[in-house]
T-cell receptor, first 114, second 115 residues
Framework: AQSVSQHNHHVILSEAASLELGCNYSYGGTVNLFWYVQYPGQHLQLLLKYFSGDPLVKGIKGFEAEFIKSKFSFNLRKPSVQWSDTAEYFCAVIRTGTASKLTFGTGTRLQVTL | DTGVSQDPRHKITKRGQNVTFRCDPISEHNRLYWYRQTLGQGPEFLTYFQNEAQLEKSRLLSDRFSAERPKGSFSTLEIQRTEQGDSAMYLC?????????????FGPGTRLTVL
């Protein structure tokens, strides 16, 4: 069974600081990878996804993530965070070609201060 | 709004009571998923439907839990004889069935509090 680890549970950054949130997964086969974001009071929204091809994927609101297969990692980055990025971020994995469940990490709460 | 909708948004019940939640997926999405999220955790998979067929159930889904999707459109999740440990956010998601891509679109959730 696959599992996902998010190393940072709570991150506090000042506006304009750079962000990197770690995500590692455990699964021997081919996977699709996702980052979801949950803004305060809102539902989960897809930030970006990796299916195949270029391991550097770009998402909405200036976020990007890099899939490093040898490290089983899919870290999320943003060069300059904004106060509006305050939210909870979840990394998730699914086995390629299946319609089955997403396996989520425990989430990282990002707090951006002015 | 054509997103996934869930009803009710909040439910408070007493231990031992039965509760039922409803999920309306995005129109024409064949796949429907239920997840449960507790404080400080990511969503955990409960069960999944392809049209009206329930194809996978998690071991988290005890015999007090039952889900249906009778006509392949909306789905219901029922919890019988609720326990305090059932308190959580119950999330529904849907995805299209024709593509090999597995992007799931989430609803706002139903927050259950068992007193």
């Amino acid at each position: 069974a696959q599992s996902v680890s998010q190393h940072n549970h709570h991150v506090i950054l000042s506006e304009a600081a750079s962000l990197e949130l770690g995500c590692n997964y455990s699964y021997g086969g081919t996977v699709n990878l996702f980052w979801y974001v949950q803004y305060p009071g809102q539902h989960l929204q897809l930030l970006l996804k990796y299916f195949s091809g270029d391991p550097l994927v770009k998402g909405i609101k200036g976020f990007e993530a890099e899939f490093i297969k040898s490290k089983f990692s899919f870290n999320l980055r943003k060069p300059s965070v904004q106060w509006s990025d305050t939210a909870e971020y979840f990394c998730a994995v699914i086995r390629t070609g299946t319609a089955s469940k997403l396996t989520f990490g425990t989430g990282t709460r990002l707090q951006v201060t002015l | 709004d054509t997103g996934v909708s869930q009803d009710p948004r909040h439910k408070i019940t007493k231990r031992g009571q039965n509760v039922t939640f409803r999920c309306d997926p995005i129109s024409e999405h064949n796949r429907l998923y239920w997840y449960r999220q507790t404080l400080g955790q990511g969503p955990e998979f409960l069960t999944y439907f392809q049209n009206e067929a329930q194809l996978e159930k998690s071991r988290l889904l005890s015999d007090r839990f039952s889900a249906e999707r009778p006509k392949g459109s909306f789905s219901t999740l029922e919890i019988q004889r609720t326990e305090q440990g059932d308190s959580a956010m119950y999330l529904c998601a849907s995805s299209p069935g024709r593509s090999s891509y597995n992007e799931q679109f989430f609803g706002p959730g139903t927050r259950l509090t068992v007193l």
